[in-house]
């Protein structure tokens, strides 16, 4: 079977299950040839070996049954890098990228901050902010499996990010930062059939997917040294809880809840007030 056979019998079965079956298809053969898309361009009439077209339509299989094409390619882009996924991680979101941009406009602004990643997973945070930025970096996450992740992801883009794995704040005892940033789970269930194959503890949280959040809010609170800055990504409906939790739990800090692009709650930012001085 060529390449342009095999290309046209996997858009046919994907059409079931996709919206962009031939790309789908183009991409899942270039990633199991390990070959540019160009490639198969240029060589319509090239005879696969029984291997590859096993391992093609076994990929093509997967995707019938809506798996994510970043896990059956183990790439994502995000923030302009390419990061390693797999099942143990989250797959980044375009979303996630605006949570990114809030806080190099703090560490480019200011050389030498420590940043702190809560629930790193893949790292593409906080590796996408030491690619762009200098100053100290660390990370940590609750799954060894996707710590192993986000180092394989920092190594291979050369960058220099201190991890640790523990539950939220634990690993980092009597440690102070300037900036600690988190995506942790904010789902109280799964409702959109895209993450059926993502970790269920990436997504979801107790509390009608709130529990950890405010958690890390009793951690920030215990540092010894109070952070300058938190950024979160929040639930869509989470922004009342989020108020209401600062003002008991983190009563130092001004709270800003913001909207993504298509308009949703989707951030918290937490500016801590400045101390007032009586003469």
Same mark, same amino acid.
């Given at each position: 079977?060529?390449?342009?056979?095999?290309?046209?019998?996997?858009?046919?079965?994907?059409?079931?299950?996709?919206?962009?079956?031939?790309?789908?298809?183009?991409?899942?053969?270039?990633?199991?040839?390990?070959?540019?898309k160009e490639h198969l361009?240029?060589?319509?009439?090239?005879?696969?070996?029984?291997?590859?077209?096993?391992?093609?339509?076994?990929?093509?299989?997967?995707?019938?049954?809506?798996?994510?094409?970043?896990?059956?390619?183990?790439?994502?882009?995000?923030?302009?890098?390419?990061?390693?996924?797999?099942?143990?991680?989250?797959?980044?979101?375009?979303?996630?990228?605006?949570?990114?941009?809030?806080?190099?406009?703090?560490?480019?602004?200011?050389?030498?901050?420590?940043?702190?990643?809560?629930?790193?997973?893949?790292?593409?945070?906080?590796?996408?902010?030491?690619?762009?930025?200098?100053?100290?970096?660390?990370?940590?996450?609750?799954?060894?499996?996707?710590?192993?992740?986000?180092?394989?992801?920092?190594?291979?883009?050369?960058?220099? $990010?201190?991890?640790?794995? &523990?539950?939220?704040?634990? /690993?980092?005892?009597?440690? %102070?930062?300037?900036? +600690?940033?988190? =995506?942790?789970?904010?789902?109280?269930?799964?409702?959109?059939?895209?993450?059926?194959?993502?970790?269920?503890?990436?997504?979801?949280?107790?509390d009608s997917g709130f529990?950890?959040?405010?958690?890390?809010?009793?951690?920030?609170?215990?540092?010894?040294?109070?952070?300058?800055? $938190?950024?979160?990504?929040? &639930?869509?409906?989470?922004? /009342?809880?989020?108020?209401? %939790?600062?003002?008991? +739990?983190?009563? =130092?800090?001004?709270?800003?809840?913001?909207?993504?692009?298509?308009?949703?709650?989707?951030?918290?930012?937490?500016?801590?007030?400045?101390?007032?001085?009586?003469?």
């Amino acid at each position: 079977m060529t390449i342009n056979q095999t290309l046209n019998l996997g858009t046919q079965k994907l059409k079931s299950a996709s919206t962009s079956a031939s790309l789908d298809a183009e991409v899942l053969l270039s990633h199991v040839l390990n070959k540019p898309k160009e490639h198969l361009f240029a060589n319509p009439q090239q005879l696969l070996s029984s291997k590859a077209k096993k391992q093609f339509f076994a990929l093509v299989k997967k995707r019938v049954a809506n798996w994510p094409m970043a896990y059956l390619t183990n790439h994502k882009g995000f923030y302009g890098l390419d990061f390693y996924v797999d099942k143990n991680v989250l797959i980044p979101r375009p979303v996630t990228e605006d949570l990114v941009e809030m806080v190099l406009a703090k560490t480019k602004k200011q050389n030498g901050l420590s940043v702190l990643d809560v629930g790193t997973g893949s790292g593409c945070i906080i590796i996408s902010l030491a690619k762009n930025s200098s100053g100290k970096f660390f990370a940590s996450d609750i799954s060894t499996a996707a710590l192993r992740i986000a180092k394989k992801n920092s190594r291979a883009h050369k960058t220099k $990010v201190q991890f640790k794995q &523990g539950d939220l704040l634990a /690993p980092w005892k009597n440690q %102070s930062f300037d900036i +600690i940033i988190a =995506n942790l789970p904010y789902l109280s269930k799964r409702t959109d059939p895209s993450t059926k194959f993502e970790p269920t503890k990436a997504l979801i949280a107790k509390d009608s997917g709130f529990a950890l959040i405010e958690k890390l809010f009793h951690q920030i609170a215990a540092l010894p040294r109070l952070p300058q800055h $938190v950024y979160l990504e929040i &639930g869509h409906d989470q922004g /009342p809880k989020v108020v209401k %939790s600062v003002r008991s +739990i983190l009563p =130092n800090y001004n709270l800003k809840v913001l909207k993504d692009l298509p308009g949703k709650v989707r951030y918290a930012v937490l500016n801590k007030k400045p101390v007032r001085r009586s003469f």
